[in-house]
């Protein structure tokens, strides 16, 4: 079974900036897709930003030009780099890795919490 670490959530105001990572327990070369979702309290979960193996990366509506998602190969991580964070992107956040061009992925991380104060 493939594990996903997730780190660097947190407490950040509104306006601010966080940077998540992921690592998974085997080569990151064996994900199609390395992606970021995110569940807030009551809401389903949703697909924040996807990073493709063959290239390219697709984003929410919700936040296109304020996130980016990049895989470094050499460190076997996926990064969410959150800027102009808002309230609304209060939840908890999920690593997710999908081995073929479905998502989800069966392989899922445990989740870290962020909190956008306004």
């Known amino acids: 079974q493939v594990q996903l670490v997730e780190s660097g959530g947190g407490l950040v105001q509104a306006g601010g900036s966080m940077r998540l990572s992921c690592v998974p327990s085997?080569?990151?070369?064996?994900?199609?897709?390395m992606a970021w979702y995110r569940q807030a309290p009551g809401n389903q979960r949703e697909l924040v930003a996807t990073?493709?193996?063959?290239?390219?990366?697709a984003y929410a509506d919700s936040v296109k030009g304020r996130f980016t998602i990049s895989r470094d190969n050499v460190k076997n991580t996926v990064y969410l780099q959150m800027n102009s964070l808002k309230p609304e992107d209060t939840a908890v956040y999920y690593c997710n890795g999908a081995r073929w061009s479905t998502l989800p992925g069966d392989s899922w991380g445990q989740g870290t919490q962020v909190t956008v104060s306004s």
């Open positions: 085997e080569s990151i070369f064996g994900f199609y897709h």
């Open positions: 990073d493709i193996r063959s290239g390219g990366t």
